[in-house]
């Protein structure tokens, strides 16, 4: 490979290394958990008597953006790239709302919770017309999710492992 080969492969690859590092300072706060609570959290059951739904986001095909979790309309947690979370709910039918004016993209799923029981929720997003599904998945799957991303830290997070830092950075 001649000299000037080598120094326009090396300017690219300084160019797309410059690039990749301000990609990734535009997509806002990441979630900052410790590796314990990543496995105490994945596997957790709900209290008696209640629903627990775990709200997974890979962040695979997904723009940079964080989206907004609402369950009934009540603000439930942030969900960025490549995260879930954990939302702890009576049973019964509720309304999940996910979405964000940055991501382009807002939509809200009926669910019928049952008590004492896991439901998992994948975060589906089409990016070819920025269609968002919300599909209720088998545990077998929602367990598989689950091991691609980091737990967002929320209010129901906060309760459950109350002695864990869990933050943003």
């Given at each position: 490979m001649?000299?000037?080969?080598?120094?326009?492969?090396?300017?690219?690859?300084?160019?797309?290394?410059?690039?990749l590092?301000?990609?990734?300072?535009?997509?806002?706060?990441?979630?900052d958990?410790?590796?314990?609570?990543?496995?105490?959290?994945?596997?957790?059951?709900?209290?008696?008597?209640?629903?627990?739904?775990?709200?997974?986001?890979?962040?695979?095909?997904?723009?940079?953006?964080?989206?907004?979790?609402?369950?009934?309309?009540?603000?439930?947690g942030?969900?960025?790239?490549?995260?879930?979370?954990?939302?702890?709910?009576?049973?019964?039918?509720?309304?999940l709302?996910?979405?964000?004016e940055?991501?382009?993209?807002?939509?809200?799923?009926?669910?019928?919770?049952?008590?004492?029981k896991?439901?998992?929720?994948?975060?589906?997003?089409?990016?070819?017309g920025?269609?968002?599904?919300?599909?209720?998945?088998?545990?077998?799957?929602?367990?598989?999710?689950?091991?691609?991303?980091?737990?967002?830290?929320?209010e129901?997070?906060?309760?459950?492992?109350?002695?864990?830092?869990?933050?943003?950075k």
């Amino acid at each position: 490979m001649g000299r000037c080969m080598k120094t326009a492969l090396l300017k690219g690859l300084v160019g797309i290394s410059l690039l990749l590092g301000l990609v990734s300072c535009a997509m806002g706060p990441r979630p900052d958990v410790s590796s314990r609570l990543e496995l105490l959290a994945e596997d957790v059951k709900p209290p008696r008597g209640t629903s627990l739904i775990y709200v997974i986001r890979p962040s695979i095909g997904y723009p940079d953006c964080n989206m907004e979790i609402r369950l009934d309309d009540i603000p439930a947690g942030m969900l960025p790239p490549g995260s879930y979370s954990i939302i702890l709910s009576d049973p019964g039918e509720r309304r999940l709302r996910v979405g964000g004016e940055e991501c382009g993209v807002d939509q809200t799923g009926e669910f019928n919770l049952k008590a004492d029981k896991v439901h998992y929720v994948y975060v589906n997003y089409v990016w070819m017309g920025s269609y968002l599904f919300l599909p209720e998945v088998s545990e077998e799957r929602g367990k598989e999710l689950l091991n691609e991303c980091l737990l967002a830290p929320n209010e129901t997070s906060k309760l459950l492992f109350p002695d864990y830092k869990q933050e943003y950075k």
